[in-house]
């Protein structure tokens, strides 16, 4: 897999800098970045396997679980594998996204 540095760099430094509106201590941004990046990576990956044998399955029982621990709404139908995949993904960046809120901005 060819990786065009120059784009990555420039998401980067995009992330870096919305992450920066929400928090004025750049050290802070910076620790921040590769827990969005290792999210990012991961939702990428489960994506990538969403086309496997087992994405039509049903849920597994750890994910329905893992949904409910997180908040999320479980279908009486049933969700599938995929489904409850994208489910957790999407709670887990709004939960992320709500403690980011919810700290201080740091003034100078």
């Known amino acids: ?5 120059q784009s990555k760099i420039s ?7 919305v992450i920066k509106e929400q928090i004025d201590d750049p050290a802070t941004a910076l620790a921040i970045l590769p827990e969005i990046r290792k999210d990012m990576r991961v939702a990428e990956m489960r994506q ?3 086309h496997s044998s087992t994405a039509d399955l049903p849920a597994t029982d ?3 679980n893992f949904l409910k621990q997180l908040g999320g709404k479980v279908s009486p ?3 599938t594998r995929s489904q409850a995949s994208r489910m ?7 939960k992320k996204a709500s403690v980011v809120e919810k700290m201080p901005m740091r003034r100078p």
Do not use: F
């Open 11 to 17: 998401e980067y430094l995009e992330l870096i800098d």
């Open 48 to 50: 990538g396997n969403n």
């Open 62 to 64: 750890a994910q329905l």
């Open 1 to 5: 897999m060819i990786i065009d540095v």
């Open 88 to 94: 957790i993904d999407e709670l887990q960046t709004a």
């Open 77 to 79: 139908q049933g969700l």
